[in-house]
């Protein structure tokens, strides 16, 4: 399943071991690297301020009531995994980056990007287009493949005309059919009205 990442930003974390939340997803942790989830920094009542992050690999399942873990103990603090703190001390974030094509034509900022819900890997970027361009096309959907380079400030991808699918075309197909009650009073003919001539032959 695919979720947005501004979905997840609020997602409840829900621990086995107590039967309830314990605390509120604040923060993604993004390895530019991977372009991967690696980790989510966790705010609420019972979070500890220090050990406040969540390694995803911690996360039992995902579904629309929350983020299941067995749990507190899976808070740790940052300095607890040397990878994850790493990552954190980059402050590498992918919202707002600039999006370039190979060419240089200046495709717009990252809106949003979506992610798998089983590992939690970058599947699309979302464009928020310049304003110049917004009249055609007010977002771009960009999949993972046609991502060339990231930096700390921008996201290059492959040729803007060739490879930039639109939002929409990545949204359910709805079918623009002829209503089956309007074809049917088509299909079947008013009654003729007897004429005198008729009942004269009859």
């Known amino acids: 399943m695919l979720i947005t990442s501004s ?3 609020g997602t ?3 621990s086995m071991q107590a039967s309830s939340s314990i605390g509120n997803v604040s923060e ?3 390895d530019p690297e ?3 989830i690696v980790a989510f920094i966790i705010t609420g009542p019972l979070a500890d301020k220090r050990a406040n992050v969540l390694d995803v690999k911690s996360i039992r399942e995902y579904s629309s ?3 299941v873990i067995d749990s507190i103990d899976e808070l740790v603090q940052k300095e607890d995994i040397l990878k994850i703190s790493d990552i954190i001390d980059l402050n590498f974030n992918l919202i707002d980056l600039k ?3 190979k060419k240089g034509s200046k495709l717009g900022h990252v809106s949003d990007f979506t992610v ?3 590992d939690f890997t970058l599947q699309q970027i979302i464009v928020r287009r310049p304003l110049f361009k917004s009249f055609t096309d007010s977002e771009l959907t960009i999949p993972r493949k046609e991502i060339v380079e990231v930096t700390d400030y921008k996201i290059i991808v492959k040729d803007e005309e060739k490879t930039i699918r639109k939002k929409a075309e990545n949204e359910d197909f709805i079918p623009n059919f002829v209503n089956p009650f309007r074809k049917t009073e088509q299909v079947h003919a008013p009654a003729r009205t007897k004429t005198p001539a008729d ?3 009859e």
């Open 7 to 9: 979905k997840l930003i």
């Open 199 to 201: 009942t004269d032959t």
């Open 99 to 101: 999006v370039e094509s």
């Open 116 to 118: 798998t819900s089983e």
């Open 28 to 30: 993604l942790i993004v």
């Open 12 to 14: 409840p974390i829900l």
């Open 65 to 67: 009531f929350g983020m």
């Open 34 to 36: 991977s372009l991967k």
